[in-house]
């Protein structure tokens, strides 16, 4: 019983708050899953677009450098995962939109698109880090 005191009083659930913070959403909300389940992925050569590798080149050179200069200072650095893959995101979304207004959009944005822009960016970021 003592540990049971010691526990804050979020851990303190009943049996049916326990079971009702389990239970699936209702049908009414459409989850990422469920919205990208019928369609089909892309073969990998086409989603090494032209788009994700000139993104991917500007955002390396970019966090390269800021590689380079935290690691110089300071001897570590961040995790840039999340930084890469809302910096590919926001340029490539911006590209299409800019492209879709003036009719020249071909393909659109997809996800495999923004995690080859992140695997480049953060593999570049590793090798700066090294010094390889």
Same mark, same amino acid.
Request: no cysteine; aromatic share 6%; proline share 6%.
């Given at each position: 019983m003592a540990s049971r005191n010691n526990r804050s009083k979020d851990m303190d659930l009943t049996d049916e708050e326990h079971a009702a913070a389990f239970e699936p959403p209702p049908d009414d909300i459409i989850s990422v899953e469920k919205t990208f389940e019928a /369609?089909? *992925? $892309?073969?990998?050569? /086409?989603?090494?677009t032209a788009r994700a590798v000139i993104v991917s080149f500007v955002l390396a050179v970019l966090f390269t450098f800021i590689v380079m200069k935290l690691n110089l200072t300071t001897g570590i650095i961040p995790s840039l995962n999340v930084s890469a893959g809302l910096l590919g995101f926001f340029f490539v979304k911006t590209w299409t939109k800019l492209l879709a207004k003036s009719g020249l959009l071909k393909h659109p944005f997809t996800r495999q698109e923004n995690t080859v822009i992140q695997t480049c *960016? *953060? @593999? @570049? !970021? !590793?090798? $700066?880090f090294s010094g390889s």
């Open positions: /369609k089909q *992925v $892309a073969p990998w050569h /086409k989603q090494l *960016v *953060v @593999a @570049a !970021g !590793g090798i $700066a």
